[in-house]
């Protein structure tokens, strides 16, 4: 079973605009951590946000929000003020346990192209 | 800071032959783990190590392994190369606080392997 489902193949977003990127994940566990990477056409994987499953607070970081929904088991991203640099596949990941393990478990992502 | 370094960025092998990729996490860092990035599979975990032990193993076959030294550096190695391991590997380094802020993981720019 899909432990991190990401719906949206693809997007896009006017330039300027907020956009919304959807995560759902399945755990059992109780103490999580949920990220959100970016990834350009260069290949580096780069983190913008992070939320444990504890937090009570969404988690932001600049333009990044994460709209954390525990109850619905969902982590969405939201970008504010798109810019043209944010076309880039995203990737929603989730890490299991307190096990002192970094094991991240990714979804298939969403390719966000921003249009000018 | 440095960020997390992979040697070689590129690489061509033919099949049987073996590879071995490189990566230097983030000074400080002890954690290193290693994914590898398919069209087909999306990214998926390949092992972790931390203070030069494997605490945790993704489901690839044995031709798979990896060792860490003494100053982080860690090396994944493929044997008996076949074509489906043609990927992107990509190293993350953390400082290995799981189910905290800290956890968070940087990743490497990868190494874009291609079996003939």
């Known amino acids: 079973a899909q432990k991190i489902t990401q719906t949206q193949p693809g997007m896009f977003v006017q330039e300027k605009e907020a956009v919304t990127l959807d995560c759902t994940y399945d755990?059992?566990?109780?103490?999580?951590?949920l990220f959100w990477y970016k990834q350009p056409s260069s290949g580096e994987m780069i983190f913008l946000i992070y939320?444990?499953?504890?937090?009570?607070q969404n988690a932001t970081e600049g333009r990044y929000s994460l709209n954390f929904q525990k109850a619905r088991k969902s982590a969405n991203l939201v970008i504010s003020a798109s810019q043209l640099g944010d076309s880039a596949m995203y990737f929603c990941a989730m890490r299991e346990g307190t096990g002192g393990y970094n094991k991240l478990i990714f979804g298939a992502g969403t390719r966000l192209a921003v249009h000018p | 800071k440095a960020g997390v370094t992979q040697t070689p960025r590129y690489l061509i092998k033919t099949r049987g032959q073996q590879v071995t990729l490189s990566c230097s996490p983030i000074s400080g860092h002890r954690s290193v783990s290693w994914y590898q990035q398919t069209p087909g599979q999306g990214l998926q975990f390949l092992f972790e190590?931390?203070?030069?032990?494997?605490?945790n193993k993704g489901n690839f076959p044995g031709r798979f392994s990896g060792r860490q030294f003494s100053n982080s550096r860690s090396e994944m190695n493929v044997s008996t190369l076949e074509l489906g391991d043609s990927a992107l590997y990509l190293c993350a380094s953390s400082l290995s606080l799981a189910g905290s802020k800290g956890g968070e993981q940087f990743f490497g720019p990868g190494t874009r392997l291609t079996v003939l």
């Open positions: 755990t059992s566990d109780q103490s999580y951590g």
């Open positions: 939320q444990g499953s504890y937090d009570e």
């Open positions: 190590y931390f203070s030069e032990t494997q605490r």
